[in-house]
Nanobody, 130 residues
Framework: QVQLVESGGALVQPGGSLRLSCAVS?????????????IGWFRQTPGLERGGLLS????????YYADSVKGRFTISRDNAKNTVYLHMASLKPEDTDVYFC??????????????????RGQGTQVTVSS
């Protein structure tokens, strides 16, 4: 069974930075590797555009960013470590939320904000406050 576990959330002051990690396990058992999946980072607050989608790292290494984080957040992946990162800079109080990662074989599924419950993590809390 594929599992995704987020870490790195914290309390940070406005203008600060954080790096979130999404560790993916169970891929080999499922017969896949991380480069068989697109991985997306989402915010958990209900009602957001595209289900809270912030960024996607696609299977071909390209990336998508929502307008709200473009220029501030950077997504990266280390396929050898089965880990995807979200580097967050210039954080604002409105970035406060639970952040989670999700996986799918198809980028367009994540782009539509569709997340399969068995292929998402529980989330990590990011709080931006002075």
């Amino acid at each position: 069974q594929v599992q995704l576990v987020e870490s790195g959330g914290a309390l940070v002051q406005p203008g600060g930075s954080l790096r979130l990690s999404c560790a993916v396990s169970g891929l080999t058992t499922a017969g896949f590797s991380l480069d068989d999946y697109a991985i997306g980072w989402f915010r958990q607050t209900p009602g957001l555009e595209r289900g809270g989608l912030l960024s996607i790292t696609n299977r071909d290494g390209s990336a998508y960013y929502a307008d709200s984080v473009k220029g501030r957040f950077t997504i990266s992946r280390d396929n050898a470590k089965n880990t995807v990162y979200l580097h967050m800079a210039s954080l604002k109080p409105e970035d406060t939320d639970v952040y989670f990662c999700a996986a799918d074989h198809y980028e367009n599924v994540l782009f539509a904000g569709e997340v399969t419950e068995d292929y998402r993590g529980q989330g990590t809390q990011v709080t931006v406050s002075s």
